[in-house]
């Protein structure tokens, strides 16, 4: 592929599925100018990268979060144009680059402030379209929906973006840490962000969905509940989080924490996790558990 933006990718590991991390490589090296991979893992996966040209790796040797990680990728590419995020466990289409860099482009070209642009993410295991429950979005034009917040996985963003807005927030460690950006940029810039029909991210949220009477419910591992409450609760207070996710996810955690510690096995780690998060998010505590 010949690549006249400069594009850099950055890909944060932890503790990695290894033959599906180079599914994802080689679907990615040939559609950006390099690969940047950023291991947070515990354990030593032994990974060789000296086959690609375009990949630089770095081993941390300890877990610093999602957000810290994502940071010094985006300041290696703080020469490039566009960053492109990719989760450990999403597989890219050939597609993704070209179709998004050019509808990002398109709307550039509109005179829109874009902040980001990403494909609609859709479950594997069910072969169905992930979508907001309560804001689906705003068709903007036939291919293009107008979201408030993307996530990072194969998201696509500016570098003069972040150069506006700042970077990532550390203190978040993982969860909530994409949107959190989003809205942001919203408030500082009058960024907007969207969803690129016309490409599809296979994705799959945490540990698998449950259905409960006929719903399905998203099970995270359980000290991944550690970081969603408390992060919540961190975010309650401030002006620039839409109103309708700190109600939704009001709703849906207060759900949540009488399912996780009640219809799944090791509930009692689960409400373990949750109420230590709690506890966290009302002391304002910041960084890993």
């Known amino acids: 592929m010949n690549i006249e933006k400069k594009i850099g990718c950055i890909i944060v590991l932890y503790n990695p599925n290894v033959p599906m991390l180079f599914k994802i490589l080689n679907e990615i090296v040939n559609q950006v100018s390099m690969v940047y991979i950023i291991d947070n893992s515990t ?3 032994q990974l060789d990268f000296l086959s690609y040209s375009n990949v630089v790796f770095e081993k941390l040797g300890n877990n610093i979060g999602i957000a810290s990680a994502q940071n010094i990728g985006i300041n290696f590419f703080k020469d490039y144009e566009y960053i492109l995020f990719l989760d450990q466990d999403s597989i890219p289409p050939k597609n993704l680059v070209p179709t998004l860099l050019e509808n990002y482009l398109f709307l550039l070209d509109k005179n829109i402030d874009v902040g980001a642009v990403g494909p609609r993410p859709f479950n594997r295991g069910e072969n169905k379209k992930y979508e907001g429950s309560i804001k689906k979005g705003k068709q903007l034009y036939h291919n293009i929906t107008e979201v408030s917040e993307l996530i990072s996985s194969s998201s696509l963003i500016a570098v003069e973006n972040f150069n506006m807005v700042g970077l990532l ?7 909530a840490v994409d949107h959190e950006w989003c809205w942001r940029a919203k408030a500082i810039g009058n960024y907007r962000f969207f969803i690129i029909e016309d490409v599809l991210l296979s994705h799959q949220l945490g540990e698998g969905d449950k259905k409960f ?5 998203y099970i995270p591992a359980p000290i991944r509940t550690y970081y969603q409450f408390r992060n919540y609760i961190k975010l309650l207070n401030r002006n620039y989080v839409p109103f309708y996710w700190k109600f939704s996810n009001g709703v849906k955690y207060i759900f949540k924490y009488f399912y996780y510690s009640t219809f799944v096995s090791d509930g009692n780690k689960y409400m373990k996790y949750m109420n230590k998060g709690i506890w966290d998010g009302f002391k304002n505590k910041k960084g890993s558990i």
């Open 169 to 175: 927030e550390d203190g978040l460690f993982i969860d």
């Open 213 to 217: 009477l006929g719903i399905n419910v």
């Open 43 to 45: 354990i030593d996966n």
